[in-house]
């Protein structure tokens, strides 16, 4: 939108629709053999000319309008502490943080969820004059909200002791604890982080409710989400119901892998690279090179995969 705003500001011609009536115009004129093609061909390329000078000409408005509606996109409110704007941005590693545009002189940050990029949303928190936040995931979106007010109740927030940490409670003593990150997400974790860093994912939304019921095995409380909805989940023993988790997601072939289907595996598989292990030291190059219709990114997808 903003690409159609400043060329309507700043290079009229491009975007008026008289440029494109006189084209049809002409070539009614050569189909009724009114004009030549030459003719035509030449008007054309002099308008064309008259719209790249007029770009030209307005070439630093219509970039400092395209940058700043950019840093618009971006933009959530004021740094509490130091009055700049605060922006989403993205770190080395590839994950997405709430920054100040201040930087370096203010260090202040805010966490974001690590699921999905951010979409600014028009939505104000009316305590922090901070726009609100929408993850965008496919089919996990979900709106985050306010990125101060996720922090502060993070913050606010007690850890729930349920049990003993399976890596660490002897001979050290930890204890698994449901934890809420300021980021907004939550797990179960270990009370020595970050001396020990054992942790099971918890869904992002929905109470959770400890019930008296102990699994055996792990002597933790089994858990249900959203007890006192139409549709409560039963969670049960978080350590138990991440193991289950895991052997229904297990990379035991080749088409287990997403992007894989059966003409893939096949064709793979006529190019010597017929199990996980040969996928998993093969060079993505070579494998691209043999196998038509896969890149070499794609290859090295597979095996980030199968390193997860
Ligand atoms: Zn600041
Ligand atoms: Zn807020
Ligand atoms: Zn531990
Ligand atoms: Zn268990």
Not at 14 to 34: F, H, K, P
Not at 63 to 92: F, H, I, N, W
Not at 191 to 201: E, K, M, Q
Not at 271 to 288: F, H, N, T
């Amino acid at each position: 939108m903003a690409v159609v705003e400043a060329a309507e500001e700043f290079a009229k011609h491009v975007t008026s629709e008289e440029m494109t009536a006189q084209l049809e115009r002409d070539m009614t004129a050569i189909a009724e053999g009114e004009a030549t093609l030459d003719e035509v061909t030449d008007e054309s390329r002099e308008m064309l000319a008259k719209v790249f000078e007029e770009l030209e000409d307005s070439r630093e408005d219509i970039g400092e309008y395209l940058q700043e509606s950019l840093k618009a996109d971006k933009t959530l409110g004021p740094c509490p502490e130091c009055g700049e704007d605060m922006l989403v941005r993205r770190s080395r590693q590839g994950s997405y943080f709430v920054g100040c545009d201040g930087f370096p002189e203010c260090r202040n940050t805010l966490p974001l969820p690590s699921t999905g990029s951010p979409q600014v949303l028009d939505e104000v928190c009316a305590d922090h004059d901070m726009k609100h936040v929408k993850m965008l995931a496919g089919r996990d979106t979900f709106v985050h909200g306010c990125p101060r007010c996720e922090a502060e109740k993070a913050e606010a927030s007690e850890d729930e002791i349920i049990g003993p940490c399976p890596d660490c409670h002897e001979p050290d003593g930890g204890e698994l604890a449901i934890k809420h990150l300021r980021s907004g997400s939550r797990l179960v974790g270990c009370t020595r982080y970050p001396d020990c860093d054992y942790s099971l994912p918890l869904p992002r939304n929905g109470d959770i409710e400890v019930t008296d019921e102990y699994c055996e095995e792990h002597d933790l409380p089994e858990l249900v989400v959203d007890p006192d909805s139409d549709d409560p989940w039963e969670l049960g023993c978080p350590i138990c119901n991440y193991e289950e988790y895991r052997a229904r997601n297990a990379v035991e072939d080749l088409e287990d892998l997403n992007g894989i289907g059966s003409a893939t595996a096949e064709k793979l598989e006529a190019a010597g690279i017929d199990s996980l292990d040969a996928l998993r030291e093969a060079d993505p190059d070579r494998v691209a090179a043999a196998v038509q219709g896969v890149t070499a990114g794609k290859v090295r997808d597979w095996q980030e995969q199968l390193e997860a």
